[in-house]
């Protein structure tokens, strides 16, 4: 029952909102909501089994028998972090857009509490059908928030956003109709059960470029390549991002980037093992190539969003780099390093947005000094800068560390071309504060008159920081709880199964029971 | 043999009966009773209203419940009752019920001759229903015209002047031309099957069955009138390159109308000729089956093509059903590869028709009620900002055009999915592919009211029809695109 | 009891980073002072103690675990520590010297508008060298080695109103960076190799192992990526140039990090490592020469700038070329003793400048310097000190130490005669510039512009420099060569060598003869003094006039002015090429050539639209010939096939 | 090359190829004349080439279904006419004009 | 087994008339060319010995029909059409009237109907073929004849209702 709460309550709570009398009390109401489902989500983390790789907190349901679609969901060790870092978001996001958001309140936090619910639910969701009416479900409530509150180049940047994503995740849906077909052919019945569909095992020629499982993996890798996104198709994220209200970015960035390369680690490597395999050249390359062009890219920038916007392209390659090591390391980094830049990148919009909106410029040329102005912000700024060019004792290192050495004994060579990121991705950073932070003071920032950071301002990074350094000093706290599912996913890739957790299927059963 | 016509076949015709004499009633209501006088609007919509939804009791009466079982024939095979003909018929009673509240004082829609105007109606329902429970060609063909004639009638009794007739003569001349050709074809197809049968009903459906793959193999004329009575019916069901009336006759039609042709007379048409390619030809003809794919493909890129290059939101919303065909079409040949009785690909289909239809009433009720006098013709950028002047009637056409777009939660993306994998079953991997691309290229037009709704404020006010039936149908159907995902296996 | 002291020893200076880093807006300099100060000098009592505990027990090696940071599958990497004599004996330089250099800060900052913050940085950085040299594996050696580079950096760009200072710091980490790429890479291909990064099971591994002779094995190419990550910290060719840029730091900064301790962990760690380094003798070549090259380079360079602290920064790059030769040659205990004398006189020197440009009001030209010895002269005094020390005159340390790696680097089997004369000559020209820089600061007739009036330091900035003229008299005699204790009464103990022979690699050297090994000496005693005597004659009794001699040798004079034109190469050839590039990439792949992709796609789907548009035109006869067309086309289908 | 005997014999398909011819000429009307009133002439040639075709095969086939077809068609092709001609007679009496240039407003 | 004569004339005789409907300039003689089209087909019907088909042919269309259309005619006494098509238009057309008359033609010609060529008379001792046909209409297509009836009473209403439209309260024109 838990997990539909994280999903439905979210939903209730938004319809809630859209119907709440007064703006006044939305935000508060918001708030108090998102407190919930955090509290949830920490029940969710206390009663988590982390000894096993199973399945847990199970709930099974048929749906449209018809079509072989199931209301099947659960958690394991893979998503639970995701989902627990989407609910932690959450009341920093709202916390955070008190200020930035100031028209149309109502329907901002109603779109807030959608997105969240299909957010979580494609975290949760363990039929692929049921995924992927999440998966494109969260694309309006994003493109809205987009659309709604964002900047000058709004609609282009919606618009571009989602057709984008949309694009991609067609070819998900082929291969996903193909994968059932294929399993009927097998079993005789119609159904996009994830846990059935990993026993099947899909012809696959060695050496032979597009046997059916290679096929079938190319269409779940476009859909989430372009999610993640990875470098050739990522040119929609600096728009987005750039034109996107704080809270957008934030959430953008912190969860639904992730929802791509959890897909990558839930469906697209399980599923396909010896395609995935024989393609990991291909996925790497390319994340070596994301991870040095976004560096690159973000070096140059004006802007700062556009910056950090880039920034992310590395960091997600970084992701990609890990989980393609098919090493623990590797998949480890990766899952960590999904948590550190939903983290660091989401507290970077969130400070970049606390800016804006006192001086309404995001040109790096516009600042300089501020340091002298507002120490407090910059010292933050500063922290979250260490925190996302990885230096020891934050939650980047940690992360990268795993994946650059999971990479490395995979393949020395991507191993070691990733490691360039390392410095390129210091030297953006650094150049970035160096402009805006230190330096004389620029004098077109003195004519607004600044105010160091608020209470609001800190209730939203305070939190983070003491994350940032708590991952970075007890990374065993949290992968404690991912590291039989990682081990599990990474021992037996070629014949990946996941079963429930027993205390679930003890109770699924009795449930049929009482059905019959 | 001692043909007779038996007290059952009077019961299962009796919904058509009934459909008959309501549709005489308003006519003589106003000739007999009220001496030449038109009665009230709502009376004659209500009664003809009443008398559809009777005949869909007693349909369901028979069907549902008394003849549930089994494949029953009437006037000596020449109509046939089975699972298909339920569902089709249901559906298009359905549609046809949505539809007609939307001619209640709409602008363009002729108080002084309503009564004419819903006997035309409820005549072209009934000759739907002959087309979809006929068993035989030349009863499709009939009922085929009994619809269409009505339908041209229609369209020109119309307050606005120059479009509607301008859309008349060409649905009439093409649509004429179109039944010369049907009719081309069937003869083709008769003389074929005449040359081997022996004198039973040649152009019935189930002894066409039987010959069918025997006569492709002997006598290339058979194809050829297969292939002309697919043309014949592709131009009502506007498939490439047959299309080209859609937009230009949807324009000049009044809304309600507009409405009814893209869902009930569109869809009984498309199950018509499902029902005729259930002759289990493409399997043995690889050329058609080609031939209708490459067709496919064609009328959807058409459709979404020529909808982005539109300003009428009318005419936005003919192409995109130009483009549905295309999809329809995918699934027809799905069905047709199957071939065979009643299967789950008729399921499919149905079902995809269904949440076509709902949709299509959704976005051209909502139309309907934002025409203020006959002759305007909604432009796209006059719907800046509708969500801060009416959130629910934004909400309702958002939800449609998201069905429509096949973006899930909605129903759309259900149906498309359950269409496309049937497709898919029947090995048309490259054409669901292609479905799939030209359904994002689709995305695009479908969302650009959507961002015109809630991303800009309106500069003038938005006339909206406060007509209590019409919103209450938009709204449901609105609600119904947005839950159907869950109620599916309900629907199911 | 040893855990406590360890946490003693961790947890002190950050808790004075704490304290000081919360009320950092506060300005008064003294509460701040004795903060930071009283935090050191806690640690470096428990680092005494500690190193106590660490004599008495047997094998000499403590140990202590803290928790599991990282650990995944066969990777482990705890947060746990080892204190050793090497790691003993650095941890009380780093805490001693940094007490020291805490209490000079107190006076040195006592103007400065934000001192709670400095000693706040300063505090960060004693923790992360704690870590670098405790650490008893490379990842937590890894942590402090970054942790020290982001203090450095935040030191240096202290005064960040400053765009060049801030420019510095940036520079200085990125530099940094990319040794630490090398570094990691070095850790990565060892932990391949290995399966540990643990220094001892390291080590112990090492030792099953054969020695390397190629250039393309796992331990060749592992050491040479570290020593890559050394360079970046160690100042070494090419990865310098960011050392004397970070002079624009506050000079205690520059004392404590950038002279005693922190560019000293490159040496450290090829020390730790010296095991697993003997295996790759080629690596050690690369060491040795790359070592030689910049002791050499640094003291050219050195001979000819006018900035106190740019001479002492080059004067520290040189010296650190000696250890690192030390190390490439094999000598690590006679490098590992350089590095704690050089500590010492190096720290004294910065300090000594320190306290001259303070007096001087911020002035760093030694042009416009001169005669100070009379004005402040425990300053003259000490530094004088630090300058016998430097030039490597008995009995001062820096002789000891200095003469112990040349000596290996003439006798050792993996060097050659050329690297000791390269030796040798560096240290003619370290004995020449060190004496210049005494001869216009503190001799000669003074050029002190009439406006500022030096003055002697206070006692809180002298006292430091006192204690650390005494070390840096005589800690030599904490390492007496044989040679000369064999002479000496009593025969003092080599007490360094016996200390550390257990925990370095050994390697052998030709056998040669005491006379030889005293003829060295005489040649670089020599060599020293007469280069020192000419420039005292040169500088102070203008036998020669210097200017004509540049005049002569204007070239070499140039080069030597410009550093060489390293940095302009680096600018030219790397940075500006990557920026600009970047340009292009941006340029002409994501806006020119993907978005253009996307738009051409979308392009042809709309002329598709126009087009349809004029093919749609109202002629409903056109449309029955649409029809006609489509029926003939579909009957020629069913024909075809 | 057709031989002499193929052309005396009167066979069913001289017939048909007659009702195409006749079916082809319709269309053509339907396609290249300006006036609705010829264009509606065309559609009933049409009509008549099926009929044609139905008839002969029905009488080749010996079987009287065709007959019963064609009557049919009659009856529908002269609905049809009506039809038409009333939406003919409909728009000129507005606008004393039948020429299918004048319905070319509805385009895009 | 129809004499080789008496098809060709009538073909031709049809085939002539139908290009004058065709081709000739004014609607009145397209009407009477059409009209004569009809007789010509309705002959062949009496040759294929369906006579109350010809004899339907006759009265329905070149009787009701034709009259409707020439009055219709004569009711907007349209003047000589002047509009042609550009040539190469018409060309165009022609030509693709011309291959789909060609594919049509092709398909007869290789279904080989050509063998059969004796008219099966489809009277047996005691019913006549008309009788038959009336005999099939009242039972088999009872249901279809029935609908036929609706339709043209549907037409008949509908016609009426038409035609009394009075254009709207505006005019575009």
Redesign the interface.
């Known amino acids: 029952m838990l997990l539909s709460a994280l999903i439905f309550l979210p939903l209730v709570f938004a319809i809630v909102i859209a119907f709440c009398p007064k703006d006044k009390i939305v935000q508060p109401l918001a708030l108090i909501f998102s407190g919930l489902l955090f509290a949830l989500s920490m029940v969710l983390l206390f009663n988590f089994d982390p000894s096993t790789a199973a399945i847990q907190f199970a709930e099974k349901a048929?749906?449209?028998?018809?079509?072989g679609i199931k209301y099947f969901i659960g958690i394991d060790g893979i998503s639970l972090w995701l989902v627990i870092l989407s609910n932690f978001l959450l009341p920093l996001v709202i916390i955070g857009s008190a200020k930035s958001v100031t028209t149309k309140i109502r329907s901002f936090y109603a779109a807030l509490f959608i997105l969240q619910a299909s957010m979580v639910g494609s975290f949760l969701a363990l039929d692929l059908?049921l995924f992927?009416?999440?998966f494109?479900?969260s694309?309006?409530p994003m493109?809205?928030m987009i659309?709604?509150w964002g900047g000058d180049k709004?609609?282009y940047a919606?618009?571009?956003f989602?057709?984008?994503t949309?694009?991609g995740s067609?070819?998900m849906?082929?291969s996903i109709?193909?994968l059932?077909?294929l399993n009927?052919t097998v079993t005789g019945s119609?159904s996009s059960d994830v846990l059935e569909l990993y026993k099947m095992d899909i012809a696959f020629i060695d050496g032979r470029l597009f046997s059916t499982q290679t096929l079938l993996f190319l269409g779940f890798a476009i859909a989430f390549a372009i999610k993640v996104p990875m470098f050739?198709?990522?040119?929609w994220l600096?728009d987005a991002h750039v034109q996107a209200p704080t809270p957008g970015s934030v959430i953008l960035a912190g969860v639904m980037l992730k929802m791509g390369t959890y897909g990558f680690m839930r469906f697209a490597i399980p599923l396909f093992p010896e395609a995935s395999q024989q393609l990991s050249w291909v996925f790497s390359f390319l994340a070596v190539i994301g991870i040095i062009?976004g560096a690159?890219?973000a070096?140059?920038?004006t802007d700062i969003k556009k910056l950090v916007a880039y920034s992310s392209v590395s960091h997600m390659g970084y992701i990609i780099l890990g989980l393609f090591a098919f090493?623990?390391?590797g998949m480890?980094g990766g899952l960590y390093q999904m948590l550190n830049h939903g983290l660091s990148t989401g507290a970077l919009f969130f400070l970049v947005g606390m800016i804006y909106d006192r001086t309404h410029t995001r040109e790096i040329s516009a600042y300089g000094?501020l340091?002298?102005i507002l120490?407090l912000y910059s010292i933050f700024f500063l922290v979250v800068t260490?925190s996302s060019i990885a230096?020891?004792?934050t939650n980047g290192?940690?992360g990268e560390?795993?994946i650059?050495?999971g990479a490395?004994?995979a393949n020395?060579v991507w191993?070691?071309l990733g490691?360039?990121g390392?410095?390129l991705g210091?030297?953006y950073m650094?150049?970035m504060v160096?402009k805006v932070?230190?330096?004389?003071e620029n004098p077109g920032l003195l004519e607004h008159k600044l105010s160091d950071l608020k209470t609001s301002e800190f209730l939203v990074l305070v939190p983070i920081v003491i994350m940032i350094f708590w991952m970075g000093?007890?990374?065993?706290h949290f992968?404690q709880y991912s590291?039989k599912s990682i081990?599990n996913l990474t021992e037996n890739v070629s014949n990946y199964e996941l079963t429930l957790h027993d205390k679930d299927r003890k109770e699924l059963i009795s449930q049929k029971n009482n059905n019959l | 043999m001692q043909p007779t016509v038996k007290f059952i076949d009077f019961l299962l015709v009796l919904p058509m009966i009934t459909l008959f004499v309501f549709s005489l009633l308003p006519i003589a209501l106003k000739v007999f009773v009220r001496g030449n006088e038109e009665a009230k609007a709502d009376v004659n919509v209500s009664l003809s209203v009443f008398g559809v939804f009777i005949s869909l009791v007693l349909m369901i009466m028979f069907h549902g419940r008394i003849f549930s079982d089994g494949v029953f024939f009437a006037f000596s095979q020449a109509l046939v009752f089975d699972q298909f003909t339920f569902l089709s018929s249901v559906l298009c009673y359905v549609l046809s019920i949505l539809a007609l509240p939307f001619i209640l004082n709409h602008p363009s829609i002729r108080k002084s001759q309503l009564s004419e105007y819903v006997f035309l109606y409820l005549n072209s329902l009934l000759g739907m229903m002959i087309m979809l429970a006929s068993n035989d060609l030349i009863m499709t063909f009939i009922g085929l015209e009994l619809m269409s004639l009505c339908l041209y009638m229609m369209i020109t009794m119309n307050h606005e002047i120059h479009h509607s007739k301008e859309s008349a003569v060409k649905y009439f001349v093409l649509g004429s031309m179109a039944s010369a050709i049907l009719l081309f074809g069937i003869s083709f197809i008769y003389g074929s099957a005449v040359m081997i049968s022996n004198g039973q009903i040649i152009t019935n459906y189930s002894t066409l069955v039987e010959v069918a793959s025997q006569l492709i193999a002997t006598d290339r004329i058979f194809l050829i009138g297969y292939a002309l009575v697919l043309i014949g019916f592709g131009f009502k069901i506007s498939m490439f390159p047959f299309h080209t009336w859609v937009p230009d006759v949807y324009q000049g039609a009044a809304t309600p109308l507009t409405l009814y042709m893209a869902t009930a007379v569109k869809i009984a048409s498309i199950l018509a000729l499902a029902r005729f390619l259930m002759l289990d030809v493409l399997n043995d003809s690889f050329a058609l089956s080609t031939t209708l794919q490459w067709i496919a493909v064609l009328t959807m890129l058409i459709g979404n093509m020529g909808a982005l290059a539109q300003s009428s939101m009318k005419r936005i919303f003919a192409y995109s059903s130009v483009a549905h065909s295309g999809y329809i079409l995918v699934g027809l040949i799905a069905l047709a590869l199957e071939g065979g009785p009643f299967t789950a690909n008729i399921e499919s289909l149905v079902l995809y028709l269904l949440g076509y239809g709902l949709f299509s009433v959704g976005t051209f009720g909502f139309l309907s009620f934002l025409e203020k006098s006959f002759d305007d013709d909604i432009q796209l950028d006059s719907l800046k900002g509708l969500f801060y002047r009416s959130p629910w009637t934004a909400l309702g056409l958002t939800f449609c055009l998201l069905g429509l777009a096949g973006i899930p939660p909605t129903l759309g993306f259900f149906t498309k999915f359950y269409i496309f994998s049937t497709a898919m079953g029947e090995g048309l991997y490259w054409l669901v592919l292609w479905a799939l691309i030209n359904s994002v290229i689709g995305v695009y037009y479908y969302l650009k009211p959507i961002v015109l709704m809630f991303f800009y404020q309106s500069e003038e006010d938005i006339y909206l029809a406060d007509n209590h039936f019409q919103k209450i149908i938009f709204l449901t159907v609105g609600f119904l695109s947005l839950v159907g995902g869950i109620l599916l296996p309900v629907i199911l | 009891m040893i855990t406590t002291l360890f946490y003693i020893l961790f947890l002190s200076p950050i808790l004075g980073f704490a304290i000081n880093g919360i009320n950092f807006r506060k300005s008064n300099a003294m509460l701040a002072g004795i903060i930071g100060t009283s935090a050191v000098l806690i640690s470096f009592i428990a680092g005494v103690l500690l190193f106590k505990e660490m004599l008495n027990v047997e094998n000499k090696v403590l140990t202590v675990h803290f928790f599991n940071w990282l650990s995944v599958g066969s990777f482990n990497a705890p947060a746990s520590f080892l204190m050793d004599p090497i790691s003993g004996i650095m941890t009380l330089i780093i805490t001693g010297v940094g007490s020291l250099i805490h209490i000079f800060s107190a006076g040195y900052m006592s103007h400065d508008p934000r001192p709670f913050k400095y000693f706040a940085y300063l505090n960060l950085f004693i923790f992360n060298m704690l870590l670098l040299v405790l650490g008893d594996n490379l990842l937590v050696t890894f942590v402090g080695w970054e942790g020290v580079g982001l203090c450095s950096y935040l030191l240096i760009g202290f005064w960040f109103s400053d765009e060049k200072k801030a420019a510095a710091g940036m520079k200085a980490f990125i530099t940094n960076r990319v040794g630490d790429a090398g570094l990691l890479i070095g850790i990565f291909i060892l932990f391949s190799q290995l399966g540990t990064v643990n220094y001892y099971e390291l080590n112990q591994y090492a030792t099953s192992l054969t020695m390397e002779s190629g250039w393309f094995g796992p331990i060749t190419l592992a050491m040479i990526f570290l020593f890559i990550g050394v360079a970046g910290k160690s100042a070494q060719i090419p990865l310098y140039v960011w050392l004397p840029d970070a002079m624009a730091g506050p000079t205690p900064v520059s004392a404590l990090i950038h002279a005693a301790t922190m560019v000293t962990a490159g040496v450290y760690l090829l020390i730790r490592l010296s095991p697993v380094l003997v295996l790759a003798p080629n690596a050690m070549m690369v060491v040795a020469i790359v070592g030689a090259m910049t002791a050499l380079l640094g003291a050219l360079v050195g001979i000819t700038q006018w900035d106190i602290k740019k001479i002492l920064a080059y004067s520290t790059v040189s010296q650190l070329g000696y250890m690192i030769l030390g190390v490439g040659v094999g000598a690590f205990i006679p490098a590992f003793f350089h590095l704690m004398t050089h500590a010492f006189f190096k720290a004294l020197m910065f300090l000594g400048s320190g306290s001259v440009i303070h007096s001087m009001h911020e002035e760093q030209d030694i042009r416009k310097m001169g005669g100070l010895a009379k004005l402040m002269p425990i300053t003259h005094l000490t530094f004088f000190i630090g300058w016998l020390a430097i030039i490597g005159l008995p009995p001062f340390s820096g002789f000891f130490s200095k003469d112990e790696i040349l000596f290996y680097t003439y006798a050792s089997k993996s060097s050659s005669i050329l690297l000791w004369i390269v030796g040798v000559i560096g240290a003619g020209c370290t004995a020449y510039y060190m004496t210049r820089l005494m001869c216009l600061t503190f001799w000669g007739e003074s050029r002190v512009s009439k406006e500022v009036h030096p003055h002697e330091s206070p006692i809180s900035m002298t006292f430091p420099l006192m204690v650390l003229a005494l070390l840096a008299a005589f800690a030599g005699l904490l390492g007496i060569p044989h040679v000369i204790s064999e002479v000496l009464p009593g025969h003092p103990p080599n007490i360094l060598e016996n200390l550390l022979k257990p925990y370095v690699a050994k390697i052998s050297k030709h056998e040669v003869t005491a006379s030889v090994e005293w003829m060295l000496m005489l040649i670089s005693v020599l060599v020293a003094i007469s280069m020192a005597v000419l420039s005292y004659m040169i500088y102070v009794k203008k036998t020669f006039n210097i200017e004509a001699i540049t005049k002569k040798i204007s070239f070499a004079h140039k080069l030597s002015y410009n550093k060489f034109f390293v940095d302009e190469f680096y600018f030219a050839r790397i940075i500006n090429p990557i920026v600009l590039g970047s340009k292009a990439l941006w340029l002409h792949i994501d806006v020119m050539f993907i978005d253009k992709i996307t738009y051409f796609i979308t392009d042809v789907i709309r002329t598709g639209g126009t087009h349809n548009k004029s093919l749609q035109n109202g002629n409903f006869q056109n449309y029955a010939f649409y029809m006609a067309v489509g029926i003939a086309s579909f009957l020629i289908m069913v024909f075809a096939f | 090359m057709p031989s002499l005997e193929s052309i005396s014999q009167i066979g069913l398909n001289h017939f048909l190829y007659l009702s195409s011819v006749l079916f082809v000429i319709g269309l053509l009307t339907v396609l290249m004349r300006k006036n609705l009133i010829v264009i509606l002439m065309g559609i009933e040639l049409m009509l008549n080439a099926v009929n044609l075709s139905f008839i002969a095969f029905s009488s080749y086939a010996g079987d009287v279904h065709g007959q019963v077809i064609v009557f049919f068609v009659m009856t529908v092709a002269a609905a049809e006419a009506g039809v038409g001609l009333a939406i003919a007679v409909a728009i000129f009496k507005k606008f004393k004009e039948v020429e299918i240039s004048f319905f070319q407003k509805l385009k895009g | 087994m129809i004499s080789a004569a008496l098809f060709y004339g009538f073909s031709a005789f049809i085939i002539i008339f139908a290009l004058a409907v065709l081709f000739a300039p004014n609607p009145i003689v397209s009407a009477l060319s059409l009209a004569a089209t009809m007789v010509g087909v309705a002959g062949l019907f009496f040759a294929l010995g369906s006579h109350f088909i010809a004899a339907v042919q006759i009265t329905v269309y070149a009787g009701a029909v034709m009259v409707l259309f020439v009055m219709v005619l004569m009711l907007f006494d349209l003047k000589k059409e002047d509009a042609v098509s550009a040539m190469y238009v018409r060309f165009l057309k022609i030509s693709v009237a011309g291959v789909i008359l060609g594919l049509i033609s092709g398909a007869i010609t290789l279904s080989g109907f050509a063998s059969n060529t004796t008219i099966m008379s489809v009277d047996t001792a005691s019913v006549t073929p008309t009788k038959k046909l009336a005999v099939l209409l009242f039972t088999k297509y009872l249901l279809a004849f029935e609908v036929l009836g609706i339709l043209l009473l549907v037409i008949a209403i509908g016609v009426v209702s038409v035609s009394r439209i009075k254009g709207g309260t505006h005019a575009k024109s």
């Open positions: 048929n749906w449209i028998p018809q079509l059908i992927y009416i999440f494109e479900s694309l309006i493109a809205m659309g709604i709004k609609i919606s618009f571009k989602f057709i984008y949309m694009f067609i070819f849906l082929g109709i193909c059932m077909l009927k119609l050739p198709v990522h040119t600096p062009y690159l890219v070096m140059v920038q090493n623990e390391l480890t000094g340091a002298k120490p260490f230096v020891p004792l290192f940690v560390f795993y650059l050495m490395f004994l020395s191993g070691s490691v360039i390392v410095i210091a030297t650094l150049w160096k932070f230190f330096g004389e000093l007890f990374p065993n992968l590291q081990s």
